[in-house]
Structures are given as C-alpha cells and as structure tokens.
C-alpha cells in the first residue's frame, strides 16, 4: 500500500490491470496468428506471404478494403467536424448531446441490419419512393445494400462512427481561445480564414488520430461486411474468415498471414501519423 503512496507510481499501478490485459490478449493473439502464418506442413516457410502476394483474390480485397475503409473513414471525419463547428452551441446542452449520441447505442451488427431494413430493395426507402410515385417497382430502387461499392458499408459506418467524432472535438472546441477567433474576425478575415488560422491548428491533431482509430477499426472489422458485402469483392477480413472456416487446412495459413499484414499496415501508419503529430504538438506548445 506504500506504493499507492507515491504520487509518481501511483499513476502507473491504477493502470497496471488495464495494461496487462490489453497487452496479454492483444499480444498473445498476435503473437499466436503471427506463428501461424509461418507454418507449413509442421515446418517453418514463408509460403503463405508469398502466395498471397500472388493471390488476386488477395490483392482485390486489400484495396477493396482500403476503399470502403477510407471513404467511411473521410466521410464520418468531415460530417462529424461539421457537426461540431456548427452546432457546437447546441451541443454544450445535454439534451442535443443525447441526440448526438443515438447512433452509439446500436451495436455494429445492429446498425448494419438496420440499414439492410432501410436501403435494402424492399426496405422502408424504396417502399417510400414507390408510395411518392418516384419507382414503379421495388426493384427499380438503386442497390445500395450487398452492393460491390459496399455503400451499405459505407453508410453504416458513417451512420455509427459520427457520434465518436463529435465526442473526441467537442473537448477541444472548449478549451480553444475564443480570443484568438476574435482577433482574426478583427484583423478581417472571412469564416474561412478565421477557422484555417484560428481553430484549424488545434483540430487536425486530433483529427489525425481519430482518422486512425476509425481507419483500424473499419479495416480490421468483420460483421458489417459480412453481413451487408458481397461474395466479391471481399474486405479482407472477411476473405480471412472463409479461409480459416472452409475446412481446408492448407488455406488456414493464407488466413493469418493476411490478418498479420492488415496489422502491420496498421502498425505502420499508427507509428508514422503518431510521431509526426507529436512532433507537431512540441511545437506548437512551444510556439513555434
């Protein structure tokens, strides 16, 4: 208990626990597919990697993902950012925030049934359009949902991941100085330029590392392409999961393997964009 005593330790022993079992378990598992992949017939071999390099199924669902990935990403990022600076007034309010908040109460899988119930060809909007006169029939409404574009992927990400960008800004648009605002709409600049000078160099810091979480989730995730993608194009994840359940043991490799380079991909830009934004952030608590 002496040790709870200790203002410079206590920190760090309240986050023992948390730090044991993300570490344990992401580590352990990691470690586990990362062995996997290197195995053959009982033998060590790269053979995994290099047939995926070769594999176009493989190389397809790499930018598959990648697209559905980004645009989710870059979609959620902007209308949450405008949300934001826009409503911030409204939003400092409980109330608004609890509608804010909606789309965080469903679970993913949720989300992406209700958006099947939605946009789907027999869903509630091509019901409305043929009502309003717009479709003569049901299956004139556009494929939005198990589309090769992954729309409906796309929309239910956006739908669910806004809410968590309008929680990570809301902090930063109250500790911004409203005096240096003022002292660009004095000096004469338009919105514009009042917000690229005055507000934007606080914002994209945590921009950035919102972007990455929600680009680590989307490109690593599974139930939201499963149930509204298609058989090809598949997210990675997806085509990882078939070769790891189709009963083919020799395919069982090419499924760790291609989850071990979605991580590193993760690893990498996480690595990158983190050291660059502390860097930033130096300077800019600096002044310079």
Excluded at 125 to 141: E, T, W
Aim: glycine share 6%; charged share 15%; hydrophobic share 50%.
């Amino acid at each position: 208990m002496k040790l709870f005593r200790n203002k410079r330790i206590k920190p760090y022993l309240l986050l023992l626990p948390a730090f044991v079992l993300t570490v344990g378990l992401l580590g352990y598992g990691t470690l586990y597919g990362m062995l996997q992949s290197f195995q053959k017939d009982l033998e060590w071999s790269f053979d995994a990697y290099i047939e995926l390099i070769h594999l176009k199924a493989f190389k397809t669902s790499l930018i598959y993902s990648l697209f559905i990935t980004l645009q989710s990403t870059l979609l959620a990022l902007g209308i949450g950012m405008a949300i934001t600076h826009f409503l911030y007034p409204y939003l400092q309010k409980d109330k608004w925030k609890a509608v804010i908040w909606i789309p965080m109460l469903f679970p993913h899988f949720a989300a992406g049934y209700l958006i099947v119930m939605i946009f789907s060809d027999s869903g509630w909007m091509s019901s409305l359009f043929m009502q309003m006169g717009l479709i003569q029939q049901l299956d004139q409404f556009p494929n939005l949902v198990n589309d090769s574009k992954g729309v409906g992927i796309i929309l239910t990400y956006t739908w669910k991941e806004i809410p968590f960008v309008v929680l990570m800004l809301l902090p930063i648009y109250a500790q911004m100085d409203s005096r240096l605002k003022d002292v660009a709409t004095t000096l004469g600049g338009n919105k514009l330029q009042v917000f690229l000078s005055a507000q934007w160099p606080f914002l994209w810091p945590t921009l950035v590392e919102i972007a990455l979480i929600l680009f680590a989730f989307i490109f690593a995730a599974f139930e939201v392409p499963y149930l509204l993608g298609v058989t090809y194009p598949q997210m990675t994840p997806v085509l990882a999961f078939e070769w790891f359940f189709d009963g083919n043991w020799d395919q069982r490799p090419l499924a760790f393997a291609s989850m071990v380079i979605v991580t590193l991909w993760i690893v990498v830009l996480t690595s990158i964009s983190y050291s660059s934004i502390q860097k930033y952030r130096h300077r800019l608590m600096r002044g310079s």
